[in-house]
Each structure stands twice: as structure tokens, then as C-alpha cells.
T-cell receptor
Framework: DQQVKQNSPSLSVQEGRISILNCDYT??????FLWYKKYPAEGPTFLIS?????DKNEDGRFTVFLNKSAKHLSLHIVPSQPGDSAVYFC??????????FGTGTSLTVIP | GAVVSQHPSRVICKSGTSVKIECRSL??????MFWYRQFPKQSLMLMAT?????????EQGVEKDKFLINHASLTLSTLTVTSAHPEDSSFYIC???????????????FGPGTRLTVL
């Protein structure tokens, strides 16, 4: 039972444009959400988080939006850079408990 | 920022041998650590939750006698793959939450992972 879903396995974006990665979840009890970035042969690295009391969190070029009613979150990268090419995972949890991960979206930023 | 380390980063072993992987929180205390396994082109799959001073909680389908977890201190958890076989070859990743006042905080920090290859 996939509680967190990333329905787009891949995404290609031109350098300088906006990348939008989407994530849907089913468990309304989730109150903490994360995005991770993963390069090949490396472990995932934390990117940005958002708690359910917010609907937006921004960190430099990265912004995460949370729509609780739709059980949807998205990661915006503006402007996209070739170094952003990686697999992005979203994850959700009830605070203090295990994280449930999406299957990832492979982002390719074309120079 | 908080750092979680894993050792070794890569290990190659013969079938039938046991391999121990260490997960350390370097600058914070972690009462709970999680162990994940990543299959190629798939998401991380939670294997078990490691609690300091008590037995680990394993996910359904994970053999606790094969994947031994010991959380001996607030900064160290170990995963031992016993009698490893080629199908155990995978990327093993740990994560930890820092604690504050005895309670887990929100942020989860991931280790860099250990790539296990069983010949």
C-alpha cells in the first residue's frame, strides 16, 4: 500500500526554467513532509521540509508547497540548474515515526 | 548541521559471511534510528526501527535473524547481515532523528549509505 506517490517517474526541464515535482499522499495523519535529492550511487540528502501547519516553505531556489485538503505537495526549483539533475524523493510521516517515501522522480535539467 | 555517518561505505564479501554496518550520529543523540534498503530504481524500503536500549522493530517480511540490529548507545546503531547471499546485495541506508528533551524532533538525517556486494 503506497501511502506516498510520485506519479511522474521522470521530468526534463530546460536550464533556467522552473522544475515542478509533485507528490501525493493518502494518510491524512501525516504532518511532516520532506524532499530528498539523490545522485547515483549515493545516499539521499535532505533538501527541504515542511510541517502541516504551513503551506509553503522556501529555501533559496527551492520552495515546497503543501495542499493539505488535496493531500498534495510539490517542490519548485527556480531557476533550474544542470547540477539539479538527480532523483527527487518526497517523504511523509507522522512526527516522530517512520517516513514513507515516494518512488522518486528523476529530474534532468538540460543545459 | 547534524551528520549521520555510515561505515563502511562499500563492502564486498563472499557468500555465507556476515557483514556489520555501523550508523553513527556524529553531533546529536538519536534514540531512534531507521534502517532502509534500496533496490535499484526503487524507493527506500524501511527494514526496521532501531531503538536505543531495546529490541528493534522489524517490518513485515524482513528476517530479524538475518538482519541483526543493535542500538547500543544514543549515537550508534549497527546492522549485521548474517550469512549474506548475493540477493542481499543492495544499498543500505540508516537515518536518525535528533532528540530534544527525550522526544524525537522532526528532522530526519540520513547516512550516506553502504553498498553491499555479495559474491
Amino acid at each position: 500500500d503506497q501511502q506516498v506517490k510520485q506519479n511522474s517517474p521522470s521530468l526534463s526541464v530546460q536550464e533556467g526554467r522552473i522544475s515542478i515535482l509533485n507528490c501525493d499522499y493518502t494518510n491524512s495523519m501525516f504532518d511532516y513532509f520532506l524532499w530528498y535529492k539523490k545522485y547515483p550511487a549515493e545516499g539521499p540528502t535532505f533538501l527541504i521540509s515542511i510541517s502541516s501547519i504551513k503551506d509553503k516553505n522556501e529555501d533559496g531556489r527551492f520552495t515546497v508547497f503543501l495542499n493539505k485538503s488535496a493531500k498534495h505537495l510539490s517542490l519548485h526549483i527556480v531557476p533550474s540548474q544542470p547540477g539539479d539533475s538527480a532523483v527527487y524523493f518526497c517523504a511523509a510521516s507522522v512526527t516522530g515515526n517512520q517516513f514513507y517515501f515516494g518512488t522518486g522522480t528523476s529530474l534532468t535539467v538540460i543545459p | 548541521g547534524a551528520v549521520v555517518s555510515q561505515h563502511p561505505s562499500r563492502v564486498i564479501c563472499k557468500s555465507g559471511t556476515s557483514v556489520k554496518i555501523e550508523c553513527r550520529s556524529l553531533d546529536f543523540q538519536a534514540t531512534t534510528m531507521f534502517w532502509y534498503r534500496q533496490f535499484p530504481k526503487q524507493s527506500l524500503m524501511l527494514m526496521a526501527t532501531s531503538n536505543e536500549g531495546s529490541k528493534a522493530t522489524y517490518e513485515q517480511g524482513v528476517e530479524k535473524d538475518k538482519f541483526l540490529i543493535n542500538h547500543a548507545s544514543l549515537t550508534l546503531s549497527t546492522l549485521t547481515v548474517t550469512s549474506a547471499h548475493p540477493e542481499d546485495s543492495s544499498f543500505y541506508i540508516c537515518s536518525a532523528s535528533s532528540t530534544s528533551g527525550g522526544a524525537a524532533t522532526d528532522t530526519q538525517y540520513f547516512g550516506p549509505g553502504t553498498r553491499l556486494t555479495v559474491l
